[in-house]
């Protein structure tokens, strides 16, 4: 994700130091390749989870590219709404967050409408002007916990970065670098947490490689493919980024 509190993260990709703003418009994702292309057309033909939305969680470790990964879905699905969590979370609710997320965001798309939430100011440390997520016929959450129990029964699909975890937190703190020393240590903590209480690689439909290639889709531990239904994909040397 786009975030960096002063002390605490919410979820993940990079982070916000002191006086550092999210921008409004973030950075326009590369072409997808035919992976990625596959998987859109496969979402598209899902049935709808949520009232008239498919609602597709991306959840791994902090620094597993959750949000690079979300932003080539979205671009592949002609734009789809992606919901960052960071924007849901807070400094002191890191994980705390459901009955916001249900409040805001579930229970408007469970009656068919919009939703509208406010965003998490992790400079100003407290919750911005509304912001609308449309109903889209699909609907993209990412962020660490976006597979957790409360969240996975409005789910159609979930997907789970698979990347390990120490693996993942190295390519965040080296990303961050040594200011956010500090940091990592509690969010290294406060995830681990998370996870041993609420896993959701174990309930993942679909496990998301990234290689030098492009992306590679295998099925997850929670998938119900049959022998006849391999999920098993991957991009060949025309689908590089």
């Given at each position: 994700?786009?975030i960096q509190g ?8 990079s982070?916000?130091?002191h006086?550092?703003t ?5 950075p326009h ?22 009232g ?9 470790h902090a ?7 979300a932003?080539?879905?979205?671009a592949a699905l ?5 919901l960052?969590?960071?924007d849901?979370?807070s400094h002191e609710q890191?994980?705390?967050w459901?009955d916001?997320?249900?409040?805001q965001?579930?229970?408007p798309?469970?009656?068919g409408e919009?939703a ?5 100011d992790w400079?100003?440390r407290?919750?911005?002007a509304p ?22 029964p409005?789910?159609?699909l979930?997907?789970?970065m698979e990347?390990?975890?120490e693996?993942?937190w190295t390519?965040?703190?080296?990303r961050?670098?040594?200011e ?11 995830e ?9 690689r174990?309930?993942?439909?679909l496990?998301?490689l ?12 929670g ?6 239904q391999?999920?098993t994909q ?6 590089l980024?």
């Open positions: 994700m786009f002063l002390d605490w993260p919410a979820a993940d990709d982070k916000r130091d006086n550092y999210v921008p409004e418009n973030r994702p590369p072409t997808p390749g035919t992976t990625i292309r596959d998987l859109a057309a496969r979402l598209r033909g899902l049935p709808t989870s949520l008239p939305v498919r609602l597709i969680g991306v959840d791994g620094g597993s590219g959750k949000s690079t990964f932003g080539r879905l979205a002609g734009g789809a709404p992606v960052h969590l960071d849901i979370a890191l994980f705390e459901t916001r997320l249900m409040d965001v579930i229970r798309f469970a009656r919009s509208t939430y406010a965003p998490y400079r100003a407290g919750f911005g912001r609308p997520l449309p109903a889209a016929p699909v609907v993209l959450v990412e962020g660490v916990g976006a597979g957790r129990r409360a969240l996975r409005h789910l159609a979930l997907l789970w990347l390990p975890r693996e993942s390519r965040g703190r080296l961050d670098g040594a956010q020393r500090e940091f990592w240590k509690g969010w290294v903590e406060a681990h947490a998370h996870f041993a209480a609420d896993p959701s174990p309930h993942a439909d496990l998301v990234q290689t030098p290639k492009g992306y590679e889709m295998l099925p997850g531990p998938s119900t493919c049959g022998p006849d391999g999920v991957s991009d060949g040397p025309s689908a980024w």
